[in-house]
C-alpha cells in the first residue's frame, strides 16, 4: 500500500466520546481498534498530524486509502466468512437461554439491571406467562426438534428465577414438566 495516497480524513466510522477535559476515547466500529487521545480526532485536521501520528491511525485504520464503502463491504465480507467458519451445526447441544423475569430479591451492588428495582418498574414488570413458554416450546418443536439430532438445553435467568408468586411458581412447574416430556437438559441460575 502507498502511504503516500493514505487520505487525510477520519472515515466515518470512527466513534470518540470524550472521558476526560483532556482524554479522548477513540474507537474504530469496523476493525475494534481504539486509542485513548489527549483531543478529538474529529475536530482536528488530520493533514496537519505529524507524520507518526498519522502512521499510527493509518495502521489502526483510522485513516485510510480506501474509500469507506470499499472499506466496510470488505469488513461485512469478513465477518460473513467467520460466522460461517464458526458455525458447527455438529455441536452436541443447542443452549437457550430463557429470562423469565427481571425482578429479584436481592440488591447486589455490581447488579446490571437496579434500575428495575424502582417500584414504578417493578409494577409494569411481570414474570413470563406460560402461554409465552408454550409458544416457545411450539416453536422448538416444529423447527428443531423435528428437524435435528441435537440436544437442547434450557438455562434460565433473571432477575430471581425462584420467586416467591404464584406466576414464578407456576413457570417454574410447567417449565420443570415440559423439559422431562422433550427431555431437555435444564439450568437454572439463582441467587439462592
Ligand atoms: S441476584 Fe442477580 S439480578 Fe439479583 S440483584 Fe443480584 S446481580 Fe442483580
Known amino acids: ?13 470512527v466513534y470518540e466520546v470524550q ?18 487521545s489527549d483531543k478529538s ?9 505529524d507524520s507518526d501520528t498519522r502512521e499510527v491511525l ?3 485504520g483510522f485513516i485510510s486509502d ?4 470499499t472499506l466496510c463491504q470488505s469488513r461485512i465480507k469478513e465477518w460473513k466468512n467467520k460466522i460461517k467458519s464458526d458455525y458447527n451445526p455438529s455441536f452436541e447441544t443447542l443452549v437457550f437461554k430463557i429470562m423469565p ?8 451492588s455490581y447488579c446490571y439491571q437496579p434500575e428495575l428495582y ?24 416444529n423447527n428443531i426438534i423435528q428437524k435435528e439430532k441435537r440436544k437442547i438445553r434450557l438455562e434460565i435467568v433473571g432477575g430471581e428465577v425462584f420467586l416467591k408468586n ?12 415440559k423439559t422431562i416430556n422433550y427431555n431437555m437438559e435444564l439450568i437454572f441460575v439463582t441467587n439462592g
Open 118 to 141: 424502582l417500584e414504578e418498574t417493578r409494577r409494569k414488570t411481570e414474570y413470563m406467562r406460560t402461554e409465552v413458554l408454550d409458544a416457545f416450546f411450539e416453536y422448538i418443536e
Open 41 to 49: 480526532l474529529k475536530q482536528t485536521e488530520i493533514a496537519e498530524l
Open 1 to 13: 500500500m502507498k502511504k503516500e495516497n493514505k487520505r487525510n480524513k477520519l472515515n466515518k466510522y
Open 101 to 108: 423475569t427481571l425482578l429479584c430479591n436481592f440488591r447486589c
Open 66 to 69: 480506501i474509500d469507506e464503502q
Open 166 to 177: 404464584r406466576n414464578a411458581i407456576r413457570f417454574v412447574e410447567h417449565l420443570i414438566e
Open 19 to 36: 472521558l476526560l477535559d483532556e482524554e479522548w476515547f477513540i474507537f474504530n466500529l469496523l476493525n475494534f481498534n481504539y486509542v485513548i
Open 58 to 60: 493509518y495502521d489502526l
